[in-house]
């Protein structure tokens, strides 16, 4: 933690008069907050890929699953704006024969789509996940739990860290014995986005078990404090 305690000379009871001005000293702290929250979402990155001798009947088996995979999200009661394409895929599967220097050859095509996905009810994640497997989605790329109100939960780690950076100054005031004055200086040096922290929370219910754990936000801030005379 950066503590900066900068006391100006003292003589006979008065600050030393430098070009005229007294100089004034002053705490520098950062001041660290951070909170821990429940997610009440989910991005789950899920999708098909299928292998076929020829470039029409694999993107054809691929577009009939993926059909089938977003009427099961449909009637789960995913909305439509909360599903969306992220990658469709189309590509020559070679063979290479490096034994008698042969020329690789196409001996088919893999087609493949992917499909982000939000859930903004955790309680069907599980369901959900079992269903589009049973669909025939044989692609999970990616599950990020997150909040659907980012902003409260900063700032409240906003508001810790203000509390957290007083409370240091506050503290070194006393360490060094000198009196606390006013603040006169406060900036944010950053906050973090949500970050995963897993918990034992599996649920049995579901059709597969997810551990949705706690997300945790901070914020730090930089705070200045006069050194009352």
Known sequence: ?????????VLGGSAMANEGQNEVGQITVTGLGQVERVPDMATITLGVTHQSDNARDAVAEVAVTSGAILTTLADMGIEPRYMRTSDL???????????????????GYSASNRVTVRVRDLAVLGDILGRVTTDGANLFQG????LQDNQTALDDARRAAVADGRARAELYAEAAGVTLGDLVGLS???????????REAMASDMAMSIAEGELSLSA???????IAE
């Open 1 to 9: 933690m950066a503590l900066i305690l900068t006391l100006a000379p």
């Open 89 to 107: 895929s189309l590509q020559p599967v070679w063979q290479r024969n490096n034994s008698n220097n042969q020329p690789p050859k196409v001996t």
């Open 143 to 146: 599950l990020q739990f997150g």
């Open 188 to 198: 944010e040096s950053g906050v973090a986005a949500p970050r995963p922290m897993m």
């Open 220 to 226: 730090s801030v930089t705070m200045v404090f006069e």
